[in-house]
Structures are given as structure tokens and as C-alpha cells.
């Protein structure tokens, strides 16, 4: 286990992952190159649904639980929250946790997922009333399973529909948007919780689009493939700064057809993907994606005219916002 | 022709034209089947309709293909069989028959198995599609069991009959 010393020596030395430049810098640089490397992690349980076809509450925890110490290197699982809390500058601060409910019932990010990291957060000292799972509005929340909550001294579950957006259009290359007042005022911190799945623009909807659910607007981001539009979007300082963990829903996704929820096309890879690189965490869920769509005998992303682009315009010197080349990454998976 | 009669053949008429003008209504205001219309379904939430501009808070991205097609308008409800499987109902009404046969026929996939309803039909396993005249209907079950199928069918069936 790394010590809070260790730790700052190595960030003083500049030891550490790419992502970890506007991140929580919890990781450290696996080689000992001049190149540092985004650690991403994905843990799978293959039990994760039971025979009826649910999750299983008690194995979501566990899977979580797991992967976060394989991400931090924190054996307690109380100690790498405490840590993400602290690298984030979060204590005693809100903590928002980002959902993703567009796809409607079926296909959106698993209540018990999100409630699970509410504990988590809690047991590692957060109070209940700085903890706002969000998203754009409660119909989309309420399709997660989750139940709208306003009261000052619980866990607080509400959208952007309830506390508003800013006035003031914001600007970042072809991107004019206006930010839900949750991101710009209530969070210090924000965990994104994308689910995995298919888009028939994108390519891949997964941890850079899910910022699309933070402005006024997102229709607006849509044109040529959502390209740059996502990566525009993430390249905001506020979306920088606070967006500092993602903890990708990979527990059911659709592999076509998507965004929306297609029975038809509908799998449960069983797992959670964790990093705080976007980039490498959606260039290596593309990877998923296409190796599934083969299995099911369809074209890859590349052949049926839709792959994300907007992952290497989000990689490349203009965005800065991560790696996509594989080199570059550090996949841990478990 | 006596007075008698043409008062009976005015009155006959203007009944026939009440009901004629008072059914069109009904298909107009609602292909949504009411709840207990079809067998074991019950209509669970309001309907919510969506002009193509606003399709997007609806569908997001996918709004565009739909778009693209003609879609002139998109009406939506929540419906559960037996208070126990819950399915969504989607209406896209297009500007031609055309695009509902554009849409139609871009989702489909090797495993889709055609069934007898409107112009064309799709079915899944927990999926039923069909288009009609300039209507394209998607319902949508989010549990599978014994039961789904046939009763994705049924309601099929009772909203084709409302088109």
C-alpha cells in the first residue's frame, strides 16, 4: 500500500498517470519511462446477474469494492475513498455522482451501483447531505431506480430540472454551452457513472459523452458523429477540474441499436471499468463494443460508418484530455 | 317524399356525419389503447408527445435518424400486463410511408422474426415493431417471460386497430 508520502514524493517527481494532471492523481506511473501511463481497470463478475435475470446487490458491492482497491492499491476499500475525498480537495464538500438515465428503464445506470458508492462515500466520513446523485431531469433519474430526495441531511437525488442552468453561455472551440448549476455551484467534485452502450451517431456513449447530461443543450453537440462536440464539451475548465473519477457501469449494455433500450440487442458484459482517463477508458470500452458486435456477427463500429472519432480529437495536442493509444495505458483487469 | 321521411333521412344522415366526425376524433386523439381495452394491459402513465425538435430529450442521438426519415411527430406512453411486465409504447408518425419503412427496416436484424400486423412487422423476443401507413410503432417489454410475446402481439393488435 502506498502511503500519503510515498505518494507525494512520486507526484513531486512527476511519476504519475496522464490523467492525473486535472485528476485525482491516485495512481502511479507503472514503467519507469518518461511517458506516464493511464491506469484503467476493469473488474468482472460473472455472477454479477442472478438466474432471474437481477443484480445481485451483495456482488455489485463486492465487484466495486474490488475494483476500487485494485485502482487505488488500497487494500480497505474505507481508506481509498478517504483518499479519493482527499486528492479531489472534497472534504466536507458536496460530492456529486453523475448518472446516466437517457436510455430509459433497461438501460441506465443501476440504482445499486450508485447507492453502493453513496455507502462507500459515507463510510469513509462524507455526511449524507453532501452526497447529490444527479442527472439531467428525475424522469431520467427515476429510470435508473433511484427516488428523488431533496432533504438537506440525506443523500440528495436530484436533476438539473430542479436546480437550473447558468445564464452565461460558455465557449470552447464549436461548443456554446450553458452548465447545470449542480456541476457549476453544488459540486466540488464530480464521479461519473456512464453505462456502457452502443450510439447511433458517436459510435460509443460511455465516460466523455456522459458529460452531455451537464448542459442545457446537448442537441447541439450532436452534428458529424458528435465530433468534436464531446470532446469540445470535456475540454471545459470546469468539466477538468471537477469530473474526477469515472466509474463505468459495464454491469448490462446494448451493443446496437443503442442509445436507447433494445431488448434485441441487450448483454451484460459484468463488468466495471474504472480510471480517471476518459479517453483511455472509452478507447478501451470501444474495444469491448466491437468485440461484441463481431461475436454477434455485425460490422465492427469502423465498418458500419460510425466510429467514435471524437475519442482521438479528445486525445489529441489541441484537447490534451487524455491517451487513446494503447501503449499508453496500463488495463488491469480483474 | 313526405315530410316524415325526409325528417327521418336528415336525422339519419346527421347522425351517420356525428358519428363519422366523432370517430375520426377518437383515432385522432388517441391510438394509445385505454387501460382494460386490451386484455391484462393497463395504460400506466400520461402520453407524452414530442415535436421533432424536441425528440432529442426523448431519444437523444437517435433523434436524427428519425429525423432524417420525416418523423413529423413522436407520442409515447407506459403500459404493464397483469400489474406485473412493463412495456413502453412509441408512435413516430412520419410525413410518408416511406420513412417508417426506412426505420423499420434499418433495425432489423438476422433474428427478427416477421409477424402479421400493419404493412410490416418485426418481433423479438421482447420487442415488437410495425409500420402503418405513416405510422411506425415500437413496443418495448423490459422483463421476458412466457407471457411476453403473445401479449406484446395483442397490444400490437389493439393499437394497429387505432391507426
Known amino acids: 500500500m502506498t502511503s500519503r508520502r510515498e505518494f507525494m514524493k512520486e507526484a513531486a517527481t512527476g511519476a504519475l498517470v496522464f490523467g492525473s494532471q486535472n485528476g485525482l492523481a491516485l495512481t502511479r506511473a507503472l514503467d519507469s519511462g518518461s511517458k506516464p501511463k493511464s491506469k484503467v481497470v476493469i473488474a468482472r463478475d460473472p455472477a454479477l446477474h442472478g438466474t432471474d435475470g437481477k443484480l445481485d446487490s451483495a456482488r455489485v458491492s463486492a465487484l466495486l469494492d474490488r475494483a476500487i482497491s485494485a485502482y487505488t492499491s488500497h487494500n480497505r476499500t474505507v481508506d481509498a475513498w478517504k483518499r479519493i475525498v482527499l486528492e479531489a480537495g472534497a472534504k466536507d464538500k458536496v460530492i456529486g455522482l453523475k448518472t446516466n438515465g437517457l436510455g430509459g428503464k433497461g438501460i441506465s445506470t443501476h440504482a445499486v451501483l450508485v447507492l453502493a458508492i453513496a455507502e462507500r462515500l459515507q463510510q469513509a466520513g462524507v455526511k449524507p447531505g453532501n452526497i447529490l446523485i444527479w442527472d439531467r431531469n428525475a424522469r431520467d433519474l427515476q429510470a435508473c431506480g433511484l427516488t428523488i430526495n431533496t432533504e438537506p441531511n440525506q443523500v440528495r437525488c436530484y436533476g438539473s430540472d430542479v436546480s437550473g442552468f447558468e445564464d452565461t453561455i460558455e465557449t470552447w472551440g464549436s461548443s456554446r454551452v450553458r452548465f447545470s448549476k449542480i456541476l457549476t455551484?453544488?459540486?466540488?467534485?464530480?464521479?461519473?457513472l456512464p453505462i456502457l452502450k452502443d450510439h447511433s451517431m458517436s459510435g460509443v456513449t460511455f465516460a466523455l459523452k456522459n458529460m452531455y447530461g451537464m448542459i442545457e443543450r446537448p442537441q447541439d453537440l450532436h452534428a458529424t458523429g458528435c465530433n468534436p462536440g464531446i470532446a469540445d464539451l470535456n475540454a471545459f475548465s470546469v468539466i477538468r477540474q471537477k469530473i474526477k473519477l469515472t466509474i463505468g457501469d459495464a454491469m448490462t449494455s446494448v451493443y446496437e441499436g443503442g442509445p436507447g433500450f433494445r431488448p434485441e440487442h441487450l448483454w451484460q458484459p459484468n463488468a466495471l471499468i474504472i480510471g480517471e482517463d476518459r479517453v483511455a477508458i472509452d478507447q478501451i470500452a470501444w474495444g469491448i463494443l466491437d468485440k461484441k458486435r463481431v461475436e454477434m456477427g455485425l460490422k465492427t463500429l469502423e465498418d458500419a460508418r460510425r466510429p467514435p472519432r471524437y475519442i482521438a480529437t479528445a486525445a489529441d495536442s489541441t484537447h490534451a484530455l487524455g491517451v487513446n493509444d494503447p501503449q499508453r495505458m496500463k488495463l488491469i483487469e480483474i | 317524399m313526405k315530410p316524415l321521411n325526409v325528417l327521418f333521412a336528415v336525422s339519419l344522415i346527421a347522425l351517420l356525419a356525428v358519428g363519422a366526425i366523432s370517430g375520426c376524433k377518437k383515432k385522432i386523439a388517441t391510438p394509445f389503447p385505454a387501460s382494460g381495452a386490451i386484455a391484462g394491459w393497463d395504460k400506466s402513465s400520461e402520453t407524452r408527445i414530442f415535436e421533432p425538435k424536441d425528440l432529442w430529450q426523448y431519444i437523444d442521438?437517435?433523434?436524427?435518424?428519425?429525423?432524417?426519415?420525416?418523423?413529423?411527430?413522436?407520442?409515447?406512453?407506459?403500459?404493464?400486463?397483469?400489474?406485473?411486465?412493463?412495456?413502453?409504447?412509441?408512435?413516430?408518425?412520419?410525413?410518408g410511408p416511406n420513412g417508417a419503412q426506412t426505420i423499420l427496416e434499418h433495425g432489423q436484424t438476422k433474428d427478427a422474426n416477421t409477424v402479421n400486423i400493419g404493412d410490416q412487422g418485426l418481433m423479438y423476443a421482447q420487442s415488437v415493431t410495425f409500420r402503418k401507413g405513416v405510422h411506425l410503432v415500437r413496443i418495448v417489454a423490459y422483463q421476458s417471460s412466457t407471457e411476453t410475446a403473445p401479449a406484446l402481439v395483442a397490444l400490437a393488435h389493439g393499437i394497429e386497430a387505432n391507426l
Open chain 1, 185 to 192: 455551484r453544488e459540486c466540488a467534485m464530480v464521479i461519473n
Open chain 2, 61 to 95: 442521438g437517435d433523434s436524427e435518424q428519425y429525423i432524417q426519415a420525416g418523423v413529423v411527430s413522436t407520442s409515447t406512453s407506459d403500459y404493464k400486463y397483469k400489474g406485473q411486465l412493463e412495456a413502453v409504447v412509441d408512435i413516430y408518425t412520419m410525413s
